[in-house]
């Protein structure tokens, strides 16, 4: 495996690393007693742009087959950062409602991500040595 071939799989392991960490802290929020604040939804809105954009500046260097995952999960990634802006110009009900909502595709982009690793592995078995 040649420097590249390494520095793509660090690239997406760091991605698939950030977006675990995105749905630990979601879920830690989601779970902590008397609800979220504002400054937890702050944090969390930075930590969701910065792993989307980390996601997509992955995007060009994969293989086909773990390109659509990961364009998946940034999909997903985007609606997370959706779900917590929305948290953040709530209260009550409806901001819990938007950190499970955030919580949900957080963990359906870490899922993704991890389906592209998947991918980018199998598809790495394959080539020959040489």
């Known amino acids: 495996m040649g420097k590249i071939d390494t520095n793509i799989k660090d690239a997406l392991d760091q991605v698939r690393a950030a977006t675990q960490e995105l749905h630990g802290a979601l879920s ?3 779970a902590k007693r008397g609800g979220a604040t504002k400054a937890d939804l702050e944090a969390l809105a930075q930590k969701a742009k910065a ?3 980390s996601a997509k500046g992955s995007l060009n260097a994969q ?3 773990a390109k659509k995952h990961l364009a998946e999960a940034v999909t997903k990634l985007e609606a997370t950062q959706k779900h917590v802006a929305e948290g953040l110009k709530s209260s009550g009900q409806a901001l819990q409602a938007s950190i499970k909502q955030a919580l949900t595709s957080a963990r359906a982009s870490a899922q993704k991500v991890s389906e592209a ?3 980018k592995r199998s598809a ?3 080539k ?3």
Do not use: G, I, L, S
């Open 117 to 119: 690793v998947a991918a």
């Open 128 to 130: 020959p040595n040489k």
């Open 63 to 65: 293989n086909e087959a």
């Open 28 to 30: 830690d929020a989601a």
């Open 51 to 53: 792993v989307t954009e």
């Open 124 to 126: 790495q078995a394959k």
